[in-house]
Nanobody, 115 residues
Framework: QVHLVESGGGLVQTGGSLRLSCAASGSILSSNPMGWYRQAPGKQRELVAMIVSGGTPNYADSVKGRFTISRDNAKNTVYLQMNSLKPEDTAVYYC?????????WGQGTQVTVSS
């Protein structure tokens, strides 16, 4: 069992920054992929960033150069540093951990970017 809790969302103006955190508890290893997804109203949930410790992070094209995913295995926490935020980044952001055969999801944290 893995439990994920996101935090750090909020309201920010265009060009601002936020740092999201995802604290994981349970049976999870650095080899288990963890990442961030987002879902805007009326849209499908999409991958934002994914990381496996020791590997190369993957990013959606829309966030490359602006967002950075990092992982602190000692704290069992994944972060998403979000810079140069745009209104199109407005969504609920979800943390996901893949521990096959299961995917575990957090409750989500709202990010709203005003114009």
């Amino acid at each position: 069992q893995v439990h994920l809790v996101e935090s750090g969302g909020g309201l920010v103006q265009t060009g601002g920054s936020l740092r999201l955190s995802c604290a994981a508890s349970g049976s999870i290893l650095s080899s288990n992929p963890m990442g961030w997804y987002r879902q805007a109203p009326g849209k499908q949930r999409e991958l934002v960033a994914m990381i496996v410790s020791g590997g190369t992070p993957n990013y959606a094209d829309s966030v490359k150069g602006r967002f950075t995913i990092s992982r602190d295995n000692a704290k069992n926490t994944v972060y998403l540093q979000m810079n140069s935020l745009k209104p199109e980044d407005t969504a609920v952001y979800y943390c996901r951990a893949r521990v096959l055969p299961f995917d575990y999801w957090g409750q989500g944290t709202q990010v709203t970017v005003s114009s």
